[in-house]
Nanobody, 124 residues
Framework: QVQLVESGGGLVQAGGSLRLSCAASGGTFSNLRMGWFRQAPGKERDIVAAISRRGGSTYVADSVKGRFTISRDNAKNTMYLQMNSLKPEDTAVYYC?????????????????WGQGTQVTVSS
């Protein structure tokens, strides 16, 4: 069973930066494809970014492209989301997700393991 714990959320002014971390345990991290999702109040959970097992392939949603960067450190069993130039519309609970698979996937139904989420609030 894979456990995922997010950290790094908080309150930041528009234009600021945050780095989210997702620490994994209980599985073989280097065999997990992973993703970041976010969910704002009253909205569906949407993909933000995803990364392959070794980090060689990534996907970044158009809404955050050029501002957010996904990465992973397999030696530390940790995935990251660097968020720059934050906007109020980025406010949401951010979740990390993982699944044993090869290709990058972006739908919530394709991930088996989820963290509890971390709140990101961007003030204007």
């Amino acid at each position: 069973q894979v456990q995922l714990v997010e950290s790094g959320g908080g309150l930041v002014q528009a234009g600021g930066s945050l780095r989210l971390s997702c620490a994994a345990s209980g599985g073989t991290f280097s065999n997990l494809r992973m993703g970041w999702f976010r969910q704002a109040p009253g909205k569906e959970r949407d993909i933000v970014a995803a990364i392959s097992r070794r980090g060689g392939s990534t996907y970044v949603a158009d809404s955050v492209k050029g501002r957010f960067t996904i990465s992973r450190d397999n030696a530390k069993n940790t995935m990251y989301l660097q968020m720059n130039s934050l906007k109020p519309e980025d406010t949401a609970v951010y979740y990390c997700a993982a699944d044993y698979g090869v290709v990058v996937v972006i739908r919530t139904t394709e991930y088996d393991y989820w963290g509890q989420g971390t709140q990101v609030t961007v003030s204007s």
